[in-house]
């Protein structure tokens, strides 16, 4: 069974801090990884994803993540923060072995950005 | 990207009411839709896995009888919350992909509030 655990519900850091959202995961076979940001009231963006390839993934707004298998984790990161990066975030692995569409969602993290 | 609409956005019905939600893919065939439920502040919880021309597979401790979807199309899928009650009241998302192996697309989500 896959699941996700995200540390830490809410983050805050000031503008043009490094931003580290922590996401470790645990699943019985090799796992895609996801990270999506929420606005309030809006569905979901994917901000980059994991599949088996390289284990440093850039996504998009200047976020990345590294896959390491040794410590199960999946930490967001991004070098300096932006007013706009508030939001909702959420880790999540695919329900099985492959890019399925069927994701188990950590329980989500609020990032605050200070002026 | 794929883009994925739900509609309507917002919905306020009443006790004992039911209320439809669509969910479309409007540049892609979708083989395979999944709606999720977010409580305030909280993660996203898969109801159920749709897949055009069958019935739905819901999880565990869904409602099937409550939460009724349809996925009679390659870009529409419906939820109806029937007989509505305010525990129903939350936020549904839906997703939809190419097949059960291709990624998801998230929909900008449906506030349904029941007085």
């Known amino acids: 069974a896959q699941s996700v655990t995200q540390l830490g519900s809410h983050v805050s850091v000031s503008e043009g801090a490094l931003v580290l959202l922590r996401c470790n995961y645990s699943?019985?076979?090799?796992?895609?990884l996801f990270w999506y940001v929420q606005y309030p009231n809006q569905g979901l963006q994917l901000l980059l994803k994991y599949t088996s390839a390289a284990t440093l993934v850039k996504g998009i707004n200047g976020f990345e993540a590294e896959f390491k298998k040794s410590e199960t984790s999946f930490h967001l990161t991004k070098p300096s923060a932006h007013m706009s990066d508030a939001a909702e975030y959420f880790c999540?692995?695919?329900?099985?072995?492959?890019?399925?569409?069927?994701?188990?969602f950590g329980q989500g993290t609020t990032l605050q950005v200070k002026p | 990207g794929a883009v994925v609409s739900q509609h309507p956005s917002r919905v306020i019905c009443k006790s004992g009411t039911s209320v439809k939600i669509e969910c479309r893919s409007l540049?892609?065939?979708?083989?395979?839709m999944f709606w999720y439920r977010q409580f305030p502040k909280q993660s996203l919880m898969l109801m159920a896995t749709?897949?055009?021309?069958?019935?739905?597979?819901?999880e565990q401790g869904v409602e099937k009888d409550k939460f009724l979807i349809n996925h009679a199309s390659l870009t529409l899928s419906t939820l109806t919350v029937t007989s509505a009650h305010p525990e129903d009241s939350s936020f549904y998302i839906c997703?939809?992909?190419?097949?059960?192996?291709?990624?998801?697309?998230f929909g900008q989500g449906t506030r349904l509030t029941v007085v």
């Open positions: 999540a692995v695919s329900h099985g072995s492959s890019n399925t569409g069927k994701l188990i």
């Open positions: 997703s939809a992909s190419m097949g059960l192996r291709a990624e998801a697309f």
């Open positions: 699943s019985s076979v090799p796992p895609y």
């Open positions: 749709s897949n055009e021309g069958s019935k739905a597979t819901y």
């Open positions: 540049d892609f065939q979708a083989t395979t």
